[in-house]
């Protein structure tokens, strides 16, 4: 992750693929209101997504407009970070991926929208108001869960325990970048440890830091995932409804 | 005659549609380009995702066509951010009137505005709760009166 390409394209790419795995669970969520919930909030990062892809394109040079980055590209190309692309598992799973997501995209969002750059500036400046209220609604599924039952309980530590390795990457510095994403991990850090001790868990220790999405080494997760979402527009090029 | 302005603020939400696109904020600007006589359309969407933007876009082009401006732009902006706070009186009765309670006012500063209580838009009672922080479209919630026990869509702050 480099200049301001690379930096909108990984941006549109956490988005996208966070967009991807939460509308998964359309028509699978545990109650209607969470099946609303996810598939509202897997809309509002696939706008974010859409906007962040086509600037991208734009600063690239290329030609390549936001399905041509979305769907034409290949994995070793995707620049998300890996958090985004692990599968979904439970709910718990779900819910604590996408707290610590909302809890990195909404500093990284209010920061955008102050600089210096016009366009990430009014993108970010949109996005934060959703992602605000996407951090607001999974945290209060943590601390539900958390703080819920001796089952749930060990679900919300285990799907903390297991998410925490992939947070590291998230901050990475990159002063070259319009926002320096280790500038964001005090904000971060905050949030967490308020939530997490609201939901009796502890914050993990930070250990192994699992890396490379941000250079295009993905886990396996994300080829299946780009085949079923890349799949239609390959086999059927130019395909309008 | 319909002016541009005029034809475009009469074009309705496609997913609310007891409100125009002027009364809910989105319509920001009517202009002519002076060099090119075209009209030039600004909106801006509710959410970044809100599906109905295409729609929206759409049926601009009719009106304007119909009132006589077949070849206008339109460009979308993204800052300052749509707020609820944009939305006219006018569009806060119909909404109301609708069925659909209107969002309270955006404190500034504060991106998630805690709502207090939430009016019954079909009987007036503030006893109401949440059932939903999400709703029917990107922009609602679903809420529920405990006085006439009638489920109705709250306009959420932003």
Known sequence: ?241 | MTTPREAVAAVVDPEIRVVTIDELGILRAVDEDPASGRVVVTITPTYTGCPAMDVIRADIRRALAAAGHPDAEIRTVYRPAWSTDWISDTGRAKLAAAGIAPPAPVRPGNAVPLTLSVRCPRCGSPETEQVSRFGSTACKALWRCRSCSEPFDHLKAL
């Open chain 1, 1 to 241: 992750m480099r200049g301001p390409f690379e930096f909108t394209l990984a941006l549109g790419d956490d988005a996208l693929i966070a967009a991807q795995r939460l509308a998964e669970w359309t028509t699978r969520a545990p109650e209607m209101e969470e099946d609303v919930a996810l598939a509202n909030i897997a809309l509002d990062q696939l706008g974010a997504a859409r906007l962040l892809l086509t600037y991208a394109g734009e600063l690239e040079g290329a030609g390549r407009d936001e399905d041509a980055l979305a769907f034409l590209r290949d994995d070793r190309e995707f620049r998300n970070c890996l958090l985004v692309e692990l599968p979904n598992g439970d709910f718990a799973v779900t819910m604590a991926k996408l707290f610590l997501l909302s809890a990195y995209q909404l500093p990284l969002y209010t920061a955008l929208a102050g600089c210096a750059d016009e366009r990430l500036a009014a993108i970010g400046a949109k996005a934060r108001k959703e992602s605000a209220y996407h951090l607001d609604h999974a945290a209060l599924w943590v601390k539900r869960l958390g703080d819920g039952t001796e089952e749930s309980h060990r679900r919300m530590r285990d799907a903390v325990d297991q998410l925490w390795p992939y947070v590291a990457e998230l901050f990475a510095a990159n002063p070259a970048a319009p926002v320096d994403p280790a500038t964001l991990r005090a904000d971060f850090d905050a949030t967490v440890d308020a939530v997490l001790a609201e939901a009796t868990l502890t914050r993990p220790e930070t250990g192994w830091a699992p890396a490379g999405g941000r250079d295009g080494v993905h886990t396996e997760h994300l080829s299946y995932l780009l085949a079923e979402m890349q799949v239609l527009h390959r086999a059927h090029p130019g395909a309008r409804w």
